[in-house]
């Protein structure tokens, strides 16, 4: 010990337990000769340390800047201590009656000291597909309670060999307090059975005649981290058009894996952003566009310029891959809009029409988690699905609320629990529209409560009726029962993402939201603040005749539109689209909306896009959600800096009238305008009308702040012309980059919402 000594007591907040951050700091201590202890705490990690002033500084600073790869620090404590005489360092045993730190780490994939040992033919643990240390491999989806140890996850089934343990034991070992940890002599293995449930073969020569399957164009359903995949060679249309039929998936387009970057720059574009986020350890889905020509079957995403594309994440997709794929689908292993696969014989039940293998293995997944989706636009990268890889890292808000459940929206529904200043979203759920995704819902809201230690005061949910998550929320008892009404719940939930109070203008643009007055709302300005909102202004109600229909029928908005735009005379137009819908068809649709029969009113932008995508002959029917403006999107190309007319009518609020955009964009149609150019045209007016009333409104009010959020901001085009837009007239913007802009989000808004109503 120096002559010079001081001491400090170093506490380390956030993901600091599970992911070798004890180690860290012990080997740190060492290469600065400081004596003292670790310990985890209920908290996180707490650090007692001693010697030279300018050591203990350096200690510091390291622990800060170079903290292990899962670690998340969210502040580090440091006070001044008397110095005890420590004579070593030493990793303490935590307190058996300490619960460890509610901040547990998501699944992240293989790290490069992992792969090494695997494709290396003299290491233990070669082309052993459950390979894993403290810096990867499962986490949130082998928990069952806290603390975070093995006999409270799925591995408390595998006793750890001698040589497992001794680097379970050892502080300097990578693999110190690692749970998963296990070889091919202790650990999980796989097994392929053909879809009658024969077992043919085991191990290492499972993967290989797995392999072997796919070239040959079967369908696999293969065991991952977060559940089962549906797998097919990308390069096969025969076996990718059988996936589709069987899983009955008509267009919606399928994700692919390749084994490296040079493998997708061989068939999709990737921008420095696009690469840093496909090698993150994250690895989710990220949307890249396509080169032409390529090898990839163009039954993988049929009618679009993108490929949804990620890097393998877990060590099996590594040893399927190497056998020479240029890609394989990699899509969830479910049915449509049902929850994926996660128990062995729920598989077989589920995807045996659909699989004519399967890859499994015995390691339990308690909870399942599809892969996340993101895409690099508008200067940054945005969810479309927040799941594996980022679940159950919290959204930190900016004061402590009390414990709430918010039970998010009927669609892409995510729940949200909050335990101080942190909100904790679920992973993507699904449509709450079949027993088993409820079922899941009623799962991931218990398994969170338990893992995350948090016993909910409050309970938010939406303000529609007959969403499944409102009934639920409505009948558990709690004092506070708080609704929210979607298109609020959207902008808050920016608001809190980025920590924003106060009044502020919010736009709020999706499909389908319960509004105030009984409406579908969906094309809203508000004037927000977390508790409460007004509307100032919002597009004019059309009726959606045959309600959800209309949603799949996208020619039936386009009748709603045409008829409030041109009265009956719209049949004169001569408009293609038009002339190709039945008469009879025609005629009972007119009848609905002029006698309101099951035609609720509706102001949604994302109907606006249908109906427009509608009567350009672009999609009159669609097969999943969105599909039609996203091919209205797709098809902007040539933009002449024009616009169509646009024009509002003043009250209560401002009444954005469509008539005068759908009457240009009929013209231009009429005149046989490209496709592109009509288009462009039409996103441009929009970012110009929503800009001005956006400053008209921003003036009248006093406010200089726009948040952007709902599902239509999925739209690039609308995104990054309205940012640049409003930015340009003075406006601070802020739009999801933690959070889906689409429903997805909606539960942390609700949470705050919430919490802002009860006045906590």
Not at 99 to 111: F, G, H, N
Not at 244 to 250: A, I, Q, T, V, W
Not at 532 to 544: C, I, K, N, Q, T
Not at 656 to 683: A, C, N, Q, W, Y
Request: one cysteine or more.
């Amino acid at each position: 010990m120096p002559d010079h000594c001081v001491a400090k007591r170093l506490k380390v907040n956030g993901i600091v337990q599970g992911v070798g951050f004890r180690p860290f700091v012990f080997q740190l201590a060492q290469k600065f000769s400081l004596t003292g202890e670790v310990a985890n705490t209920s908290s996180g990690v707490s650090i007692h340390i001693e010697g030279s002033p300018q050591n203990v500084a350096a200690f510091e600073r390291d622990l800060a800047e170079k903290s292990p790869p899962l670690a998340y620090i969210v502040d580090i404590s440091s006070k001044t201590e008397t110095v005890k005489n420590h004579t070593a360092f030493a990793i303490v045993k935590s307190n058996a009656q300490a619960k460890m730190s509610t901040l547990i780490s998501p699944d992240v994939s293989i790290c490069n000291d992992c792969l090494g040992e695997m494709l290396n033919p003299h290491d233990r643990r070669y082309h052993y597909p459950f390979i894993n240390c403290t810096n990867c491999g499962p986490r949130y989806t082998i928990i069952d309670d806290i603390p975070y140890d093995r006999p409270k996850t799925s591995m408390r089934h595998f006793n750890m060999c001698p040589r497992c343990q001794a680097e379970y034991d050892d502080p300097t070992d990578r693999r110190f307090h690692a749970q998963p940890n296990a070889c091919a002599d202790c650990g999980p293995h796989v097994d392929l059975f053909d879809n009658r449930r024969q077992w043919i073969v085991s191990g290492g020569d499972a993967v290989k005649k797995a392999a072997e399957l796919l070239k040959q164009g079967r369908i696999l359903a293969v065991k991952g981290l977060g559940g089962y995949h549906l797998a097919a060679d990308a390069a096969n249309s025969g076996s990718v058009k059988q996936l589709r039929r069987r899983k009955l998936r008509e267009e919606k387009p399928f994700a692919i894996m390749s084994y490296d970057l040079d493998a997708i720059g061989r068939y999709a574009r990737v921008g420095n952003e696009e690469e840093k986020i496909l090698t993150s350890i994250q690895r989710p889905i990220v949307l890249l566009k396509k080169k032409k020509p390529n090898a990839i079957s163009t039954e993988v995403a049929p009618g679009n310029n993108y490929f949804g594309v990620m890097l393998p994440y877990a060590p099996l997709h590594y040893l399927l891959l190497e056998h020479g794929f240029e890609a394989l689908v990699m899509t969830s292993g479910n049915l449509s809009e049902e929850p994926i696969a996660i128990d062995n014989d729920d598989a077989f039940n589920r995807l045996g029409d659909i699989a004519d293998y399967f890859l499994t293995h015995n390691r339990d997944i308690y909870l399942r988690s599809d892969d996340s989706i993101v895409r690099h636009t508008a200067g940054a990268k945005r969810f479309l699905r927040r799941s594996r890889g980022f679940v159950p890292i919290p959204v930190f808000l900016k004061n402590e609320i009390p414990p709430i459940l918010a039970c998010g929206a009927e669609l892409k529904n995510t729940i949200c629990v909050t335990k101080q200043d942190k909100a904790f979203l679920s992973q993507h759920i699904g449509d709450l529209e079949n027993l088993p995704t409820y079922e899941f819902f009623e799962l991931t809201i218990a398994h969170l409560k338990r893992i995350l230690d948090i016993e909910p005061e409050i309970i938010a949910c939406d303000m529609h009726p007959d969403y499944l998550s409102t009934r639920y929320a409505l009948e558990l008892k709690t004092d506070h029962h708080i609704q929210v009404q979607h298109h609020h719940a959207h902008i808050v939930s920016c608001m809190a993402e980025h920590k924003q109070g106060g009044a502020l203008i919010g736009l709020s643009f999706d499909g389908t939201g319960y509004g105030s007055d009984g409406a579908i709302w969906g094309g809203e300005i508000l004037v927000a603040r977390e508790h409460d909102f007004e509307r100032a202004g919002h597009l004019s109600y059309v009726p959606m005749p045959g309600s959800a229909a209309a949603i799949k029928e996208p020619w039936r908005m386009a009748v709603s539109y045409l008829q409030n735009a041109y009265g009956s005379d719209f049949h004169n137009l001569g408009l293609a689209a038009i002339t190709a819908i039945d008469t009879e068809k025609l005629t009972v649709i007119g009848d609905m909306i002029s006698k309101g029969i099951n035609s609720p009113l509706t102001s949604s932008l994302g109907r606006l896009f249908d109906g427009v995508a509608a009567i350009c002959g672009i999609r009159q029917r669609v097969s999943f959600e969105g599909q039609a403006a996203m091919e209205l999107e797709m098809l902007a190309t040539q933009d002449t800096g024009s616009i169509y007319d646009y024009a509002w009518d003043s009250g209560d609020a401002y009444r954005i009238l469509t008539g005068p955009i759908i009457r240009g964009v009929v013209d231009d149609v009429l005149k046989g305008k490209p496709m592109g150019e009509i288009s462009s045209r039409f996103h441009r007016t929009l970012i110009c009308l929503f800009t001005d009333l956006c400053v008209r409104i921003g003036k009248e009010r006093g406010l200089n702040r726009v948040v952007l959020s709902g599902g239509v901001f999925q739209n690039s085009i609308l995104l990054s012309g309205l940012t640049r837009a409003l930015e340009e007239t003075g406006f601070k913007v802020f739009s999801h980059q933690h959070v889906p802009t689409n429903d997805g989000g909606i539960s942390l808004g609700q949470a705050v919402v919430a919490a802002a109503k009860v006045g906590r």
